[in-house]
């Protein structure tokens, strides 16, 4: 199965610059007890499908890629690819995770290997969804 890539110059793949960015607005998350609450009214970056922001901080010890899918949900993920931990982006319209190097590691939203050379599965982190708060169960 082939898979659509991220449109990337080499540079950007060699040096693991990925598109995601952190949210704007400082306060539109907080860690609480091993979870990450989230406020979408705060976090204007995950309205459309396909969006999705790099949650980071030196209070986690791992950071999180938060997806808005292509099919409505919101799905986290420990942000390091599993061959080289380098940082992951959603392939809009593919309901899919691309690792931002030049591996290419492309994977499902239940964390599964689709394509690359990536050792083995995404941790993915359990994601609930009331009115307008997600709670990320780390
Ligand atoms: S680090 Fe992800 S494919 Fe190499």
């Not at 199965?1 to 610059?17: P, Y």
């Not at 091993?34 to 980071?56: H, T």
């Not at 997806?67 to 061959?83: E, I, P, S």
Request: hydrophobic share 35%; net charge neutral; proline share 5%.
């Amino acid at each position: 199965m082939s898979v659509q890539k991220l449109d990337r110059n080499f540079f950007q793949r060699l040096f693991g610059i990925c598109v995601t960015r952190k949210p704007s607005h400082q306060d539109a998350w907080k860690i609480a007890e091993g979870k990450v609450a989230v406020d979408l009214n705060s976090m204007p970056e995950l309205k459309d499908k396909g969006s999705a922001v790099r949650i980071e901080s030196k209070n986690l010890e791992e950071p999180v890629l938060l997806v808005h899918g292509d099919d409505g949900a919101y799905h986290a993920f420990k942000n390091r690819c599993t061959h080289g931990k380098r940082a992951l982006d959603p392939v809009p319209g593919t309901s899919t995770i691309q690792c931002c190097s030049v591996g290419t590691s492309t994977f499902n939203y239940d964390g599964s290997l689709i394509e690359g050379p990536a050792k083995g599965p995404l941790t993915v982190y359990r994601v609930d969804h009331a009115d307008e708060n997600l709670t990320i169960t780390l």
